[in-house]
């Protein structure tokens, strides 16, 4: 079976991606997963505790550098601009795999 039952907290992290609303959700000890709602506009906020039913699914993208390190750079963060256009030109693009829950069902804890 491929279904999964976590719970966690909301954090900061998130976002819509065509019509799914996508956000990262943090487990105790520091474990984090990105869970997926499809077509569904979610009304989700930061810093609550929820349980998340669904399955595991997994996709792959070809990132190249440029793009991995602007998603990357968070914060006070700030990537040396000229030294990473050099280095992607050098570099080929690769296949990134993501693995996210598909979340079925969304439930909220105290």
Request: proline share 3%.
């Amino acid at each position: 079976m491929n279904y999964v039952i976590v719970e966690g907290t909301i954090t900061n992290d998130i976002w819509t991606y065509g019509e799914d609303t996508l956000f990262r959700l943090r487990r105790d000890g520091g474990v984090f997963f990105t869970v997926r709602f499809r077509h569904l506009p979610l009304d989700v906020k930061a810093g609550k505790r929820v349980a998340i039913a669904g399955e595991l699914i997994s996709r792959e993208q070809r990132v190249g550098l440029k793009d991995f390190v602007a998603r990357a750079a968070r914060g006070d963060a700030k990537p040396d601009a000229e030294l990473v256009e050099k280095l992607a030109a050098q570099l080929e693009p690769v296949n990134r795999s993501y693995t996210e829950i598909l979340a079925q069902e969304i439930r909220n804890l105290a």
